[in-house]
């Protein structure tokens, strides 16, 4: 930069020209920085009254597990009371008070699904606080989850991406299944494009993260199509009993099949009702 | 069907007058002095008569009945040729019920009903109107009469004399000798049960500096990209490769054999969460472990990964190994733990093998030892 700055002076000897020269330079530097860097992309987005007004909401709603600074708090056993919450990003708070789960109600296995207790603008205030806590995931845009123009081949893909990392928790069909300790993996019916998106980038409690340098975002967004084109699918084989697998078709075999069937036995072998005008003085001779 | 009532009851009265025949009685077969009935009455209700052998309208209307199921049934029968045409399957099904396939429902909802009513029909015929006489059958002896077991034995002795085979034993000997040959042929077969598996079982294909690739993408992994928390059911990148002649190397049988054996799964945990054994301190990539996929109990792919206790679970009988401790059984029926492969960095920066696993993968067989 000095070589270029003195060059250009001893030419045209404008006494501003080395300023201006510095100045663009710096410009060019701090203007590309912003644009290329995505942690800064993402930050620049909310703006300081969002953060703020994001602090107010988790000092309120969260602090008393996750600390006043989402440090975490770590109880007198060594185990963690809430995570700390520095790095996981914008994303993992829409999909937590998104889906309901967080705040938590009380202490448990699992935060479990419920009804969501902020709106839209609060939520996307606190994964901003959240988010400038420290860089992490950001809230993925809507083109990388849009499953509209997806063709069947990516949704066969999808299918694969699915029953190789997925199914092993989730079942199957998508319906969740049970894990130890209380525990569980839940059920991807009604989940939305956006929230399953995040929670394969973010991890959520016990589940892996699946990051977009190894699950590229259009392998994710193909494992979303492939579920939403297996839950608009019909029941061909009538009900299916909560897709359990063998455990909820035995338990309705044995109870529905086998019981119909002695309930006939039974019928079959019953002593039918007899009739009291019957012949009483042709009495068998029996021995 | 009135006025049977009157047969009925007679026939029922033969019956019970049968009951005391000589020579079957209901005491153990053979004994000696002979047949003798334990019960001179074992107390048989006597014969009542249902309403339909005595009034001939439930009669009637139990006739109707039936009929009216044998009807029924018909009338599904055609609903089900019916349903057969009418609905559509393939790509754009008929839904019925909210979203139930309409063909299978229905077909099986009409056959079902049209052979249920048969049945149905069936039982209520031979309940209501078929002949209802409680009939008594005696127990026979089992044992043959002594006539016949006498003529048995002795058919035997004659056959035995007239064949000579106690008076030549050359034939005798060279029989049993020939029948004992005949076994040769049954051992020789079981030898096309193929060679032994030789070390099979205890190799893979991973080998020093094989890429570990995503599993379905083929796609090699490098180590910041791989987030704390993350699972990547992962394979060799050999299974992905082409020869020469940009047909896979692996295909077919041959893929899914060593695909059975070299499936691994890799994790990344915080690094002070791992303690490896004396030996494995550097088998991973700060944090990165990976791990073969198969469980040591019976064989099923195992990646229910809890990535806050670090526990992997078998879905199949609840194994569950800890891969923050070298994947030591902590629960289930395993009896080993799970092998772990020793990962590095290659040259280009992309996770790769040290070397095959160290042990064989997979079930416990005969051969393998208590390693």
Same mark, same amino acid.
């Given at each position: 930069?000095?070589?270029?700055?003195?060059?250009?002076?001893?030419?045209?000897?404008?006494?501003?020209?080395?300023?201006?020269?510095?100045?663009?330079?710096?410009?060019?530097?701090?203007?590309?920085?912003?644009?290329?860097?995505?942690?800064?992309?993402?930050?620049?987005?909310?703006?300081?009254?969002?953060?703020?007004?994001?602090?107010?909401?988790?000092?309120?709603?969260?602090?008393?597990?996750?600390?006043?600074?989402?440090?975490?708090?770590?109880?007198?056993?060594?185990?963690?009371?809430?995570?700390?919450?520095?790095?996981?990003?914008? *994303?993992?708070?829409?999909?937590?008070?998104?889906?309901?789960?967080?705040?938590?109600?009380?202490?448990?296995?699992?935060?479990?699904?419920?009804?969501?207790?902020?709106?839209?603008?609060?939520?996307?205030?606190?994964?901003?606080?959240?988010?400038?806590?420290?860089? &992490?995931? *950001?809230? /993925?845009?809507?083109?990388?989850?849009?499953?509209?123009?997806?063709?069947?081949?990516?949704?066969?893909?999808?299918?694969?991406?699915?029953?190789?990392?997925?199914? =092993?928790?989730?079942?199957?069909?998508?319906?969740?299944?049970?894990?130890?300790?209380?525990?569980?993996?839940?059920?991807?019916?009604?989940?939305?494009?956006?929230?399953?998106?995040?929670?394969?980038?973010?991890?959520?409690?016990?589940? @892996?993260?699946?990051?977009?340098?190894?699950?590229?975002?259009?392998?994710?967004?193909?494992?979303?199509?492939?579920?939403?084109?297996?839950?608009?699918?019909?029941?061909?084989?009538?009900?299916? !009993?909560?897709?359990?697998?063998?455990?909820?078709?035995?338990?309705?075999?044995?109870?529905?099949?086998?019981?119909?069937?002695?309930?006939?036995?039974? %019928?079959?072998?019953?002593?039918?009702?007899?009739?009291?005008?019957?012949?009483?003085?042709?009495?068998?001779?029996?021995? | 069907?009135?006025?049977?009532?009157?047969? =009925?009851?007679?026939?029922?009265?033969?019956?019970?007058?049968?009951?005391?025949?000589?020579?079957?009685?209901?005491?153990?077969?053979?004994?000696?002095?002979?047949?003798?009935?334990?019960?001179?009455?074992?107390?048989?209700?006597?014969?009542?008569?249902?309403?339909?052998?005595?009034?001939?309208?439930?009669?009637?209307?139990?006739?109707?009945?039936?009929?009216?199921?044998?009807?029924?049934?018909?009338?599904?029968?055609? !609903?089900?040729?019916?349903?057969?045409?009418?609905?559509?399957?393939?790509?754009?099904?008929?839904?019925?019920?909210?979203?139930?396939?309409?063909?299978?429902?229905?077909?099986?909802?009409?056959?079902?009903?049209? $052979?249920?009513?048969? &049945?149905?029909?069936?039982?209520? %015929?031979?309940?209501?109107?078929?002949?209802?006489?409680?009939?008594?059958?005696?127990?026979? /002896?089992?044992?043959?009469?002594?006539?016949?077991?006498?003529?048995?034995?002795?058919?035997?002795?004659?056959?035995?004399?007239?064949?000579?085979?106690?008076?030549?034993?050359?034939?005798?000997?060279? !029989?049993?000798?020939?029948?004992?040959?005949?076994?040769? /042929?049954?051992?020789?077969?079981?030898?096309?049960?193929?060679?032994?598996?030789?070390?099979?079982?205890?190799?893979?294909? %991973?080998?020093?500096?094989?890429?570990?690739?995503?599993?379905?993408?083929?796609? @090699?992994?490098?180590?910041?990209?791989?987030?704390?928390?993350?699972?990547?059911?992962?394979?060799?990148?050999?299974?992905?490769?082409?020869?020469?002649?940009?047909?896979?190397?692996?295909?077919?049988?041959?893929?899914?054999?060593?695909?059975?054996?070299?499936?691994?799964?890799?994790?990344?945990?915080?690094?002070?969460?791992?303690?490896?054994?004396?030996?494995?301190?550097?088998?991973?990539?700060?944090?990165?472990?990976?791990?073969?996929?198969?469980?040591?109990?019976?064989?099923?792919?195992?990646?229910?990964?809890?990535?806050?206790?670090?526990? $992997?679970?078998?879905?199949?009988?609840?194994?569950?190994?800890?891969?923050?401790?070298?994947?030591?059984?902590?629960?289930? /029926? *395993?009896?080993?733990?799970?092998?772990? !492969?020793?990962?590095?960095?290659?040259?280009?920066?992309?996770?790769?093998?040290?070397?095959?696993?160290?042990?064989?993968?997979?079930?416990?067989? %005969?051969?393998?030892?208590?390693?």
């Amino acid at each position: 930069m000095r070589l270029l700055t003195a060059r250009l002076s001893t030419k045209r000897r404008s006494p501003i020209a080395g300023l201006v020269v510095v100045l663009l330079g710096l410009l060019l530097t701090g203007g590309g920085y912003a644009l290329l860097s995505p942690a800064s992309a993402q930050s620049g987005t909310a703006s300081q009254s969002t953060v703020q007004q994001g602090r107010q909401l988790f000092l309120v709603g969260c602090s008393s597990c996750h600390g006043e600074h989402g440090e975490g708090i770590v109880t007198k056993r060594g185990t963690q009371y809430g995570p700390p919450l520095a790095g996981v990003g914008a *994303a993992a708070v829409d999909f937590q008070v998104g889906t309901g789960r967080m705040p938590m109600a009380r202490p448990g296995a699992q935060a479990q699904k419920k009804k969501v207790l902020y709106n839209d603008q609060e939520i996307s205030a606190l994964a901003a606080y959240v988010a400038s806590l420290a860089p &992490g995931p *950001a809230i /993925p845009d809507p083109s990388t989850y849009n499953t509209t123009n997806v063709d069947t081949q990516s949704i066969v893909r999808g299918g694969e991406f699915f029953r190789t990392n997925c199914t =092993a928790c989730h079942n199957f069909a998508a319906a969740g299944g049970a894990l130890p300790g209380g525990k569980y993996a839940p059920s991807l019916h009604g989940v939305s494009n956006k929230h399953i998106y995040e929670a394969l980038l973010t991890g959520p409690q016990q589940m @892996p993260v699946f990051s977009d340098g190894v699950l590229q975002p259009s392998e994710k967004r193909d494992i979303i199509a492939y579920l939403n084109s297996v839950m608009a699918n019909p029941d061909y084989g009538g009900a299916e !009993l909560g897709s359990a697998g063998p455990v909820s078709e035995g338990l309705f075999a044995w109870l529905i099949g086998i019981g119909a069937c002695v309930g006939f036995a039974i %019928w079959i072998a019953s002593h039918s009702t007899r009739s009291t005008r019957s012949t009483r003085s042709r009495k068998g001779a029996s021995a | 069907m009135t006025g049977d009532h009157e047969d =009925a009851v007679r026939g029922n009265q033969d019956a019970v007058v049968a009951q005391p025949q000589p020579g079957h009685g209901l005491e153990p077969a053979g004994h000696a002095d002979g047949p003798v009935d334990p019960f001179a009455d074992p107390g048989l209700e006597e014969h009542e008569p249902r309403p339909t052998d005595v009034d001939e309208h439930a009669a009637r209307r139990a006739e109707r009945q039936i009929a009216a199921c044998f009807m029924l049934s018909a009338f599904f029968v055609v !609903l089900f040729c019916i349903s057969f045409f009418v609905f559509k399957i393939g790509n754009n099904p008929t839904t019925i019920l909210g979203g139930y396939g309409a063909s299978n429902v229905t077909l099986g909802l009409f056959l079902g009903l049209a $052979l249920l009513l048969i &049945g149905i029909g069936a039982i209520q %015929w031979a309940r209501k109107l078929m002949s209802d006489v409680e009939v008594v059958e005696m127990r026979h /002896p089992t044992a043959s009469s002594e006539a016949d077991r006498v003529a048995t034995v002795e058919a035997l002795q004659q056959g035995v004399s007239d064949s000579g085979i106690a008076r030549r034993p050359l034939i005798r000997n060279s !029989l049993v000798g020939a029948l004992a040959m005949l076994g040769l /042929p049954v051992i020789l077969g079981l030898r096309d049960l193929g060679p032994l598996p030789g070390n099979k079982l205890s190799v893979t294909v %991973w080998r020093k500096g094989m890429r570990v690739v995503n599993d379905v993408a083929g796609t @090699p992994i490098k180590p910041e990209e791989v987030e704390i928390g993350q699972l990547i059911n992962s394979q060799p990148e050999i299974l992905f490769e082409k020869d020469a002649n940009g047909q896979p190397k692996y295909a077919g049988t041959e893929l899914l054999n060593a695909k059975t054996k070299a499936s691994t799964i890799v994790v990344r945990m915080k690094p002070e969460d791992i303690t490896p054994t004396p030996g494995r301190e550097n088998w991973g990539v700060s944090g990165i472990l990976c791990f073969s996929k198969i469980c040591t109990h019976v064989g099923c792919p195992i990646s229910l990964w809890e990535q806050q206790t670090h526990h $992997l679970l078998c879905p199949c009988h609840q194994s569950t190994f800890d891969l923050g401790n070298n994947g030591k059984v902590i629960f289930g /029926p *395993a009896g080993r733990p799970l092998p772990q !492969l020793p990962l590095m960095v290659d040259s280009e920066g992309y996770l790769a093998a040290q070397s095959d696993f160290t042990e064989p993968v997979g079930p416990s067989f %005969w051969e393998r030892g208590e390693r």
